[in-house]
T-cell receptor, first 112, second 115 residues
Framework: KAGVTQTPRYLIKTRGQQVTLSCSPISGHRSVSWYQQTPGQGLQFLFEYFSETQRNKGNFPGRFSGRQFSNSRSEMNVSTLELGDSALYLC???????????FGPGTRLTVL | AQTVTQSQPEMSVQEAETVTLSCTYDTSESDYYLFWYKQPPSRQMILVIRQEAYKQQNATENRFSVNFQKAAKSFSLKISDSQLGDAAMYFCAYRNNNAGNMLTFGGGTRLMVKP
């Protein structure tokens, strides 16, 4: 079974731009969660989607948004990029309320 | 709000020896899971071991075991017979079973394994 895939793996943007990251979960997994990982703040939960509905949202500004499609693939969008948005963005998929989330390799976003 | 604290930013262990990584958490919930995740330099996070709060018996997975002290809100990870491949960042994580799949992570412990 293929693992969680994230595209692109690396991205460089400039301040003020917007970016869209994509996550394809493991086949059959309908829950997709997003996390931001930075050296200063560590791993922080962004949001979780299940069946195209946002179930949980972390404490991030409205510039961070996401969505999930009917095939469970998910995208997250960051608008008006700031230098502090530079981070590794991790996606994780799971069956709903199971005990294990499977993480993707992440997208490394650099904002210049 | 739930918090997870890992007080050891870095740990070092000799190959074949045993090392224990510490984790404490704070929650008012009774139904939750605790996890240890490993993030090697390649960055792909993988689950090492999990513990359900209702279970008193400590979880074990081969060379990995936990010491779960519910009253003290402590959840340490013991790695026996350490191997070079164990070198990685280790994250302790908490999940409230009434809040979907949201994980709250600790700050991580970097484990170095000396040959």
């Amino acid at each position: 079974k293929a693992g969680v895939t994230q595209t692109p793996r690396y991205l460089i943007k400039t301040r003020g731009q917007q970016v869209t990251l994509s996550c394809s979960p493991i086949s059959g997994h309908r829950s997709v969660s997003w996390y931001q990982q930075t050296p200063g703040q560590g791993l922080q939960f962004l949001f979780e989607y299940f069946s195209e509905t946002q179930r949980n949202k972390g404490n991030f500004p409205g510039r961070f948004s996401g969505r999930q499609f009917s095939n469970s693939r998910s995208e997250m969008n960051v608008s008006t990029l700031e230098l502090g948005d530079s981070a590794l963005y991790l996606c994780a998929s799971s069956l709903l309320y199971t005990n294990e989330q499977f993480f993707g390799p992440g997208t490394r976003l650099t904002v210049l | 709000a739930q918090t997870v604290t890992q007080s050891q930013p870095e740990m070092s262990v000799q190959e074949a020896e045993t090392v224990t990584l510490s984790c404490t958490y704070d929650t008012s919930e009774s139904d939750y899971y605790l996890f240890w995740y490993k993030q090697p330099p390649s960055r792909q996070m993988i689950l090492v071991i999990r513990q359900e709060a209702y279970k008193q018996q400590n979880a074990t997975e081969n060379r990995f075991s936990v010491n779960f002290q519910k009253a003290a809100k402590s959840f340490s990870l013991k790695i026996s017979d350490s191997q070079l491949g164990d070198a990685a960042m280790y994250f302790c994580a908490y999940r409230n079973n009434n809040a979907g799949n949201m994980l709250t992570f600790g700050g991580g412990t970097r484990l170095m394994v000396k040959p």
